[in-house]
């Protein structure tokens, strides 16, 4: 089991930027790909961005590419989701999941482990 667990989330105004925070512990060895996903009120649970555990590949959703960036520090067990240029649409409960296939996939029903989510609200 891998346990997931978020922070960082808060109030900002639009054009502001927040860094949310997924610690990791448990099984990591099985993880290949650390991943964020969001989800609006009365919308699906939407794919952010991901980047493997080992190498530097990482994938983000249009919507977020040039404004958010995610990292990770092994040595830490931790990943990162720096966002900046926030916009009012960003605002959702945003989720860290961990996934053991070797390749990820955008679909969040693919994933494995899931953190408890952590509120980002963008006022405009």
């Known amino acids: 089991q891998v346990q997931l667990v978020e922070s960082g989330g808060g109030l900002v105004q639009a054009g502001g930027s927040l860094r949310l925070s997924c610690a990791a512990s448990?099984?990591?060895?099985?993880?290949?790909?650390v991943g964020w996903f969001r989800q609006a009120p009365g919308k699906e649970r939407e794919f952010v961005s991901a980047?493997?555990?080992?190498?530097?590949?990482?994938t983000y959703a249009d919507s977020v590419k040039g404004r958010f960036t995610i990292s990770r520090d092994n040595a830490k067990n931790t990943v990162y989701l720096q966002m900046n240029n926030l916009k009012p649409e960003d605002t959702a409960v945003y989720y860290c999941?961990?996934?053991?296939?070797?390749?990820?996939?955008?679909?969040?029903?693919?994933?494995?482990?899931w953190g408890q989510g952590t509120q980002v609200t963008v006022s405009s």
């Open positions: 999941a961990a996934e053991r296939a070797l390749e990820y996939t955008t679909a969040s029903r693919f994933w494995d482990y």
């Open positions: 980047i493997r555990w080992r190498g530097t590949t990482t």
């Open positions: 448990g099984s990591i060895f099985s993880v290949n790909a």
